[in-house]
C-alpha cells in the first residue's frame, strides 16, 4: 500500500540550492569553507521545528540529530541517513536561480541565463525517462547543487513524516548531514560513537532506484620533483626544469588506456587533476581509482615506472612518490551485511521502484564510513548530470526517494534483528 505523503522536499531543496555551500580542497580549514554551515544552521532550525531536540551544528560542520524510536520491539538496530551539505568546487553554486520544467515532453532543454547551455535526451538519456515528469535546472551559469541537496531535502521530508506519523512504526534514526565530501573529506571528524548507528544508506545515488553497494578503491599519489634550477642565460648542459619534468610525466601516461576519458565499468585508470610549480620544485597530484586494491597497486606501480623512466633524462634531478589511502571498495564490508541491502531493495520495491543494484565510478561518504563500523551504501537521490551546469533532477523521481527512506525504516522495524553492537 503506497504511503500518503504530504510532501515537503520540493519547498525544502528550491531554499537549499540558493545557499552557496561549495567546498575548497585548498583550504586547511574544517570545514573548508565557513559558508557550509550557513545551511547547516537552516537544517538544524528546522529540524528543531519538527521536534526533533537533539539536532545540533558541531564546530567541524556535522548535522546530529535523532528521530526517537516508536516500536515496542527490542533489539531494533539503529539505522542511519546521511547526505553531504557541500556542492563540488568544479562548479559556481553561487547565486543559483533553480528552474521546475513542467511535464517535460522530450524536447531540449535551454537554459535562459545562457542558451548554449542546452540539456538534450541525446547527452542525457536518463531524460527519456521523464515523459510527464517536472525537470529542475538552474539557469545556466550556476551548478543546481542536487548532489547532494536533494539527498538532504528528501532526508528532512521524510524525517518530517515520520515526527508526524506516529502510526509508522520505527526503531531509533539517525540523521548525519556532513560538509567537504565533494573533496574526499566528508567523515573525516564524524564521531562513531556519538553517532550510534548499527547500519546507514547514504541519499547520494543517481537515477531512480539506483543501489551502489560496490564503489572504486581510491588512493591519492603526490610526485614532488626537485629539479636543478640555474639562469637561464647560462643554462646550457646544467638546466633541469622540475616543471618540464613534471609536463613529462603527464606526457607519458597511456593515452588509450588507464585514463577517465578512455575506461568505463568496472576498469580503473590513472588521473592527473593538478600540476603546479616552477624550474627548482614541481608537484603533480594523481587520483588513481580501480575495484580492486591489486589493481590500484598495479595501476600505481604504472604511475612509478613512468617517472623513473622520465627521471633517466634529468641525471641531476630527484623526485618522491606519495601515496595517499582515500577510501576502499564498501562491497569488502557490505557482503558481510546482506541484510543492508536486502532491505534496502524490498524498501524500494514497497515505494514501486524497480532496484537497480550497481556498481559506482566513484566513491560516497558511505565507502569510508563502512570501514569505520557503519555498513552504508548508497541509494538513489534523483541528481543527474552532476558537478556540471546542465545538472538537473526529477521531482518525481525524488518523492519515490523521500519514500524509499521511510519504508526503510518500516522495514528495519518489522525485521527487527541483532545489533552489530550495543547502541546507545
Request: one cysteine or more.
Amino acid at each position: 500500500m503506497a504511503l500518503d505523503i504530504q510532501h515537503t522536499f520540493l519547498e525544502r531543496f528550491l531554499r537549499y540550492v540558493q545557499v552557496d555551500t561549495q567546498s575548497d580542497a585548498s583550504s586547511r580549514t574544517i570545514p573548508s569553507t565557513e559558508k557550509q554551515k550557513n545551511l547547516g544552521r537552516i537544517l538544524v532550525e528546522e529540524l528543531h521545528e519538527m521536534g526533533i531536540e537533539d539536532a545540533h551544528l558541531d564546530e567541524y560542520g556535522y548535522i546530529y540529530a535523532t528521530i526517537p524510536a516508536n516500536t515496542d520491539k527490542p533489539n531494533v538496530p539503529v539505522i542511519c541517513f546521511c547526505s553531504h551539505m557541500d556542492t563540488a568546487p568544479d562548479c559556481s553554486g553561487k547565486d543559483v536561480k533553480p528552474l521546475i520544467h513542467r511535464n517535460y515532453q522530450g524536447g531540449d532543454i535551454v537554459l535562459p541565463d545562457d542558451p548554449t547551455v542546452v540539456l538534450s535526451p541525446k547527452d542525457h538519456p536518463n531524460l527519456r525517462e521523464q515523459i510527464g515528469n517536472d525537470i529542475i535546472t538552474a539557469s545556466g551559469t550556476t551548478l543546481l547543487g542536487a548532489d547532494n541537496k536533494a539527498g538532504l531535502a528528501e532526508i528532512m521530508d521524510a524525517a518530517h513524516y515520520l515526527m508526524t506519523h506516529p502510526e509508522v512504526k520505527h526503531g531509533k534514526i539517525r540523521i548525519l548531514f556532513t560538509p567537504d565530501e565533494e573533496i574526499g573529506r566528508g567523515v573525516d571528524k564524524v564521531d562513531m560513537e556519538k553517532l550510534g548507528a548499527d547500519y546507514g544508506y547514504t541519499v547520494d545515488g543517481e537515477k531512480l532506484g539506483s543501489l551502489e553497494d560496490e564503489t572504486f578503491s581510491a588512493d591519492a599519489v603526490t610526485i614532488d620533483i626537485r629539479g636543478v634550477s640555474i639562469h637561464p642565460g647560462f643554462a646550457k648542459g646544467k638546466l633541469e626544469s622540475a616543471l618540464k619534468i613534471a609536463a613529462d610525466i603527464v606526457a607519458a601516461l597511456p593515452k588509450d588506456r588507464l585514463s577517465p576519458e578512455t575506461t568505463e565499468g568496472k576498469q580503473g585508470f590513472i588521473h592527473p587533476v593538478s600540476i603546479s610549480g616552477g624550474a627548482e620544485l614541481a608537484k603533480i597530484e594523481f587520483i588513481i581509482r580501480d575495484f580492486t586494491d591489486e589493481m590500484l597497486e598495479s595501476h600505481e606501480n604504472v604511475l612509478r615506472d613512468i617517472m623513473n623512466r622520465v627521471l633517466k633524462n634529468y641525471p641531476n634531478s630527484r623526485a618522491g612518490f606519495k601515496v595517499t589511502e582515500q577510501y576502499r571498495n564498501m562491497k569488502k564490508v557490505l557482503d558481510q551485511h546482506p541484510q543492508v541491502v536486502e532491505n534496502a531493495m524490498e524498501a524500494m520495491r514497497r515505494a514501486g521502484v524497480k532496484p537497480l543494484r550497481s556498481s559506482i565510478r566513484g566513491g560516497t561518504d558511505g565507502s569510508r564510513l563502512s570501514f569505520m563500523g557503519l555498513p552504508c551504501p548508497n541509494i538513489f537521490a534523483g541528481e543527474q548530470a552532476f558537478h556540471s551546469r546542465e545538472e538537473w533532477a526529477s521531482v518525481q523521481d525524488m518523492e519515490k526517494a523521500v519514500a524509499v527512506i521511510v519504508e526503510l525504516a518500516r522495514v528495519w522495524e518489522e525485521g527487527g534483528g541483532i545489533r552489530l553492537r550495543a547502541s546507545a
